[in-house]
T-cell receptor, first 114, second 116 residues
Framework: AQSVTQPDIHITVSEGASLELRCNYS??????LFWYVQSPGQGLQLLLK??????LVQGIKGFEAEFKRSQSSFNLRKPSVHWSDAAEYFCAVGASGGSYIPTFGRGTSLIVHP | NAGVTQTPKFQVLKTGQSMTLQCAQD?????MSWYRQDPGMGLRLIHY???????DQGEVPNGYNVSRSTTEDFPLRLLSAAPSQTSVYFC???????????????FGNGTRLTVT
């Protein structure tokens, strides 16, 4: 069965610092991978997705993620964090066989200090 | 574009009461689903549907019913509310469950439910 691990429950960074949120997945074939962001009181919004091709994908709000097959990872990065980036971030993997039911990680809460 | 619309935004129930959380999407999405979000637990799938007339159970279906009579609507029914069902509920949809497996989910803004 597919699974997603986000090892960090909370991450604290200073505004302007770089950010990397970790995501590791378990799946036999090449997965579909997603990062979502949830602002307080809101639903989840898609940041970016990886299906195939270039392993470095660009998303909205200046985020990017890199797919590394050898490490089963899909880490999210941003070179300079803004206070408005404070939110909950979820990594998800979508199945490539059978019915499509994505699996979500438990989320990483990003705290941004001024 | 309205996207995915959930009502109500907030609800307080007493133990044993029943209610229906509404979810509607205007994107002609085949796949719709319900999640609950609890602190430290992430998102847990309650029920899902791959098309009108088809529903199936997710990870935590007990105490909830769903139906999908139209493509647009996917209501979630709490049969007899319990304090353990206090949570934030999200409805999500995507284009297709089968032919477009990479379709991302579109989420509503959630319903915050408290059961006393």
């Amino acid at each position: 069965a597919q699974s997603v691990t986000q090892p960090d429950i909370h991450i604290t960074v200073s505004e302007g610092a770089s950010l990397e949120l970790r995501c590791n997945y378990s799946y036999g074939a090449t997965p579909y991978l997603f990062w979502y962001v949830q602002s307080p009181g809101q639903g989840l919004q898609l940041l970016l997705k990886y299906f195939s091709g270039d392993t470095l994908v660009q998303g909205i709000k200046g985020f990017e993620a890199e797919f590394k097959r050898s490490q089963s990872s899909f880490n999210l990065r941003k070179p300079s964090v803004h206070w408005s980036d404070a939110a909950e971030y979820f990594c998800a993997v979508g199945a490539s066989g059978g019915s499509y039911i994505p699996t979500f990680g438990r989320g990483t809460s990003l705290i941004v200090h001024p | 574009n309205a996207g995915v619309t959930q009502t109500p935004k907030f609800q307080v129930l007493k133990t044993g009461q029943s209610m229906t959380l509404q979810c509607a999407q205007d994107m002609n999405h085949e796949y719709m689903s319900w999640y609950r979000q609890d602190p430290g637990m992430g998102l847990r799938l309650i029920h899902y549907s791959v098309g009108a007339g088809i529903t199936d159970q997710g990870e935590v279906p007990n105490g909830y019913n769903v139906s999908r009579s139209t493509t647009e609507d996917f209501p979630l029914r709490l049969l007899s509310a319990a304090p353990s069902q206090t949570s934030v509920y999200f409805c999500a949809s995507s284009y297709s469950a089968i032919s477009r497996r990479g379709s991302p989910l579109h989420f509503g803004n959630g319903t915050r439910l408290t059961v006393t």
